[in-house]
């Protein structure tokens, strides 16, 4: 059963929420964990307002249809999305998902404070699938390579003037770069965020914090 409280630190609005949390919690797959919710707040009547809500694996729009009675849901996984972004505007924020392949989906009227902090998520999401693939595909190319011959034997000279031998001089193989453990990732990651001024200090440290207590 997936907690709502936690759903609630940004001032999102309770009903909508335990609607959305209600649905969703039959659709996650395995391992699946929900990382942010944001609900739309419209300037005049918000009786309907639509979620995005942020997993390890896919975003979901959540939209009420039939005067609320039922919810449409649409979600689109990392590896279909090419960025995230915000705007933010006199009424609340924009939240732009651009995918691979198709139009922008557009959700308009979020709250400054959930906007970014939606971003955030996704956008450490999406860039942690991106470096999931790099590697990935660096294996790959590592494993397709053909496996280099033996270097043959040092010729020995014999020589009749002197009779100091003759040493083989041997090469020493090139290192292979080691992957970035995923803390160091993470790290970078954070460290990207608050450079961009996408996230306060305070914010910044508190997130360090936690991610080196899981060191």
């Known amino acids: 059963m997936i907690l709502i409280d936690r759903f609630l630190s940004d001032e999102q609005d309770p009903k909508a929420v335990e609607k959305v949390l209600g649905k969703l919690n039959d659709m996650l797959t395995a391992n699946e964990e929900l990382i942010y919710l944001a609900v739309q707040k419209k300037p005049a009547?918000?009786?309907?307002?639509?979620?995005?809500?942020?997993?390890?694996?896919?975003?979901?729009?959540?939209?009420?249809?039939?005067?609320?009675?039922?919810?449409?849901?649409?979600?689109?996984?990392?590896?279909?999305?090419k960025e995230v972004s915000f705007k933010e505007e006199l009424f609340g924020s924009k939240f732009i998902c651009?995918?691979?392949?198709?139009?922008?989906?557009?959700?308009?009227?979020?709250?400054?404070?959930?906007?970014?902090?939606l971003y955030q998520a996704a956008y450490e999401q999406l860039e942690g699938f991106k470096e999931q693939q790099r590697q990935s595909d660096l294996e790959d190319r590592r494993a397709q390579q053909?496996?280099?011959?033996?270097?043959?034997?040092?010729?020995?000279?014999?020589?009749?003037?002197?009779?100091?031998?003759?040493?083989?001089?041997?090469?020493?193989?090139?290192?292979?770069?080691?992957?970035?453990?995923?803390?160091?990732?993470?790290?970078?990651?954070?460290?990207?965020?608050?450079?961009?001024?996408?996230?306060?200090?305070?914010?910044?440290?508190?997130?360090?914090?936690?991610?080196?207590?899981?060191f």
């Open 45 to 81: 009547v918000n009786l309907l307002p639509d979620c995005i809500v942020v997993s390890n694996k896919r975003i979901f729009y959540c939209e009420p249809a039939n005067f609320g009675i039922t919810m449409n849901f649409k979600d689109i996984s990392w590896k279909s999305i």
């Open 98 to 117: 651009v995918p691979q392949h198709g139009e922008n989906i557009i959700t308009e009227y979020i709250p400054k404070v959930q906007a970014r902090k």
């Open 146 to 214: 053909p496996v280099p011959a033996p270097a043959p034997e040092p010729a020995v000279i014999e020589n009749n003037v002197s009779e100091t031998p003759v040493v083989p001089v041997y090469t020493s193989p090139t290192p292979v770069e080691e992957p970035e453990d995923e803390t160091t990732l993470k790290l970078r990651k954070l460290k990207t965020l608050y450079d961009k001024q996408l996230i306060t200090q305070d914010e910044y440290e508190a997130k360090k914090a936690d991610i080196l207590d899981s």
